[in-house]
């Protein structure tokens, strides 16, 4: 149905270990029949150690299979987008750190693009390159953390999210080195970057990328071969093509479901076209290969990121003539998309010729992505939903905003 | 590349009937959008997806806009009688109105298929208090089912058709909505040290009267 | 032991301790004991939550200071970290968390929106700090606070458990049958949370800001 | 093999276990209360007011209560106002400045609209209080911190900034020289072209 990249080579769809080489059976129960037998409501959330924020699940289960699950939102609804028409475009920067607040960077770079598109500014070359390396460093760390989490969901408790914070720490050092701040970088600006990075930085990144394939090959060593976690994550949660795109599914959920859908291909923005990289495609759609999909992910991101090292050409890194402060875009709008760590993150801003946007929207990928949970759960455990959940990726900062 | 144009000519192509207006997009990103009546919504929505030359099989953003009431002013030519025998003369004058305000919904289609995208469909309600009702396109796009939920919570525009259509980010008991441009937020700023604009004046009201001059607790 | 006029001020005792001479009253070692033993709730609400986690991580390792044990039931937790924005849909929860824990127990607002909504605070949906339900104990400014920050916040919440006489009018609540520790848990209301603050727990100071002239 | 990839995770664990002890990679625990982090030039907490003089900070405050800050600042923590004299006229510093550590989210755009270099970022993040309401709201004398005290923080662009005001001020200067002496020289003369000083730039104190 849908061809995939024609760049993701054969070996980036290789699954590591077949299912069938294990003897334990796929934790995948049918739902029964007949629907004999009492059903048990309960509420999972919105204080729940698996739910990865105060997210909330109303499962009702039949025996220990789910039958039905609707999920509860808001209990983390800070009213960004209310507060985005009250404050200057600037003054929306350092509140979109706060969306996912995991990845700061990307959230900068989607409403940066989708300024920029507003007022028609355009980026010098070397902050396009510092965009795409902070870009590529943040699914690294999001990626990292997101398996330390999956693994804890499964039970592995400690262990790999001690290794995944190990590794965070790193490169949230070099974030705070540039930006100033661990998590909020507000780093971006409109037509371009706050900062220069320094040589000194670019080396410490260059460091970073150097070890970040030989930490991944001991990360997977402990993970992906592991029997347990195959047997827990195999099977369980898969997820049609045909309903991950109608369902406006996107990011590596959608890839791990067999469509070679990624906008830096697709829309090609910033200097993505003239690097050179695969994207992962998974054969299955299940919770092991949405974990697969996004390690392979992390290996192109290391080679994206030296490429760009590689390439970083010199000159200015913000515009001078694009206005920060003050900012008044002609009356319109427009709609800026990038591919998050978490999928399509987009800001759709309208502008009434004044310096607060009219309405100031946030299309937050994890939000969207979390419309299929119920139909990924249907038939399986309540073990098995907590680490469906915890493989949509979800951060409650933007599912709720 | 799909321009809005081409779009409209193959919609109105297939549905003679409907009403299909270009909405011009005035800032450099040059992305104008169509705006579709509701009586026909459901109809285009689908061909969008399941026509093979525009297969718009992803619904990427949903969203809503408030637009309140404008006050516009048209200049109405009027011939007044002139001078005995003379010709009428014509007199100009301003008449103010005012333009109702309408919600919108905004959707953003792209094609994953063909790579095309974003074609922006627009609906809009008849007014911002009784005819708040466009049909659902949850029916076509799974993912508005979400977000048309957020719209109705948040923008107050019921979604005929939808499947389940409650309150997604407020409580359900809650009555207001607030991303409405005259939404007004409950009164807590019993502790503002720091206010200014709109909230200096919000936090007046619970500032004790000053009881000597320059009694204050800042110095 | 006479509350109002101690035995040995605390001078005398470290010049003891440093002359070799161990002087333990019962109720050291008792808030010695409590201190290092502070078991907080698993339970994060946003981005703060992360750099709570941090804290707890390889790095900055809350373990040393007894604190590395996170319980996922509030029956078992001593310390409530309020670690991000607590949402008016949320509150509730957050109080009733904190009832169901049982005393002795503590609280730390961390980062800007705990203490008082924060960069957030003007949202509609926003509750301009826990305070106004939960009595808390200790406020780590920052948004967020970097985790040694949250450590620092834990050190000066050990001090202040260290601090606490077992008898008396200033003894913890635990140790008094006058004071209940239960809050009043707000409802979800048609337009707000009701009520919008507990007027036990949470009063503002009088505030007369100069004119902006 | 079943089993495999289970030793083989072991084996990873314990590489890391015994790594701990000897390769500072595995370890990478700071001890924080008794060692200090050492934290980048570029970090940011909360504001501050920076003052030329330790002996009088709140005279020699760069600040000139122009509020844009406070109106750029996104959650509005930032509280100006301008010092006047009994004829109400600006003294241009500011009788009351106060910032709302409880609100503040150390976005740093405050210093980057200050077209007067006179608020910058602080690096102090040990300030938790048992205290709601005063203790977090920070006033101009909490506030004022020495050039010194910037120069120590953050070397690199506190010597950017005094260049830059040395250099502005230099031009000032020189710019209100060159008038007065074509104001002199125009006296005399012929009165024909008015000298039209351009208003001396930013007034560095």
Known sequence: MFDANPAASPSARVRKVEPSSFGFQPSSVPPPAGGGGDLLEISLGPHHPSTHGVFRMNVVLDGETVVRLKPVFGYLHRNHEKLGEGTSYLGSMPYTDRLDYLNSMTNNWAYAIAVEKLAGLTVPERAEYVRVILAELTRLLNHTCLAGFLMQDCGCSGTPLMYAFRERERILDLFESLSGSRMMCNYQRFGGCRVDPTPAWLAAVAQLVDRYGPFLDEFEELLTGNEIIMARTQGVGRLPAALAVNAGVTGPMLRASGVGHDLRKVDGYGVYPRLNFRVPVGDHGDVYDRYMVRVLEMRESISLLRQALAALPGGPVLDPKAKQRGLRPKAGEAYGRIEGPKGEIGFYLVSDGTANPYRYRVRPPSFVNLTVLEDLCLGHTVADAVIILGSIDIVLGEVDR | MDTVEHVRERLLARFPGAEVTVVPNGSPAGQHSLLISAAHALEIARYLRDEPGLAYDQCSNVTGIDWRDREVIDIVKDSQPGAPGGPPVVVERKVKRIEPGYLEVVYHLYSLARREGPVVLRLRTGNRSTAVSVPSLTPVWRSCEFQEREVFDLFGVVFTGHPDLRRILMWDGYQDHPMRKDYVEPDDYEWEPTPHGDVLTKAKRHYPAPTAPGMTNDE | MNETQPALTSQERDELRRQGVLLTSLEELYNWGRSHSVWPLNFGLACCAIEMIAASMAKFDIARFGSEVFRPSPRQADLLIVSGTVTKKMAPHVVRLWNQMPEPKYCIAMGACAISGGPFKQGYNVLKGIDRFIPVDIYIPGCPPRPEALLHGLVQLQEKIRGQALTGPEAPRHLRSDDACDCPVPELGAHDIEPSHAPGVWSSPSLVRPDKG | ?205
Not at chain 4, 145 to 172: C, M, S, W
């Open chain 4, 1 to 205: 093999m079943i089993g495999k990839g289970l030793l083989q995770g072991l084996a990873v664990t314990a590489r890391n276990l015994v790594g701990s002890y000897h390769d500072p990679d595995r370890y990478t625990t700071i001890e924080y209360p008794e060692v200090k982090p050492a934290l980048p030039e570029a970090y940011r907490n909360f504001p501050f007011l920076v003052a030329e003089k330790a002996e009088d900070p709140l005279g020699t405050l760069r600040c000139v209560a122009c509020q844009i800050c406070e109106k750029e600042c996104p959650p509005q923590c930032i509280y100006i106002v301008m010092d006047r004299d009994e004829k109400g006229k600006a003294r241009m510093k500011p009788k009351v400045f106060d910032i709302d550590t409880s609100v503040c989210m150390s976005c740093q755009i405050c210093v980057e609209v200050c077209p007067f270099d006179a608020i910058k970022m602080d690096q102090v993040f040990e300030i938790a209080t048992d205290e709601r309401f005063n203790a977090l709201l920070l006033h101009r004398d909490q506030l004022a911190k020495t050039n010194t005290y910037f120069h120590q923080i953050h070397p690199t662009e506190a010597a950017e900034v005094d260049a830059r005001l040395a250099a502005e001020k230099k031009a000032a200067e020189e710019k209100a020289k060159a008038a007065a002496a074509a104001k002199a020289a125009s006296a005399k003369p012929a009165p024909a072209a008015p000298a039209n000083p351009t208003p001396p730039p930013a007034p560095a104190p």
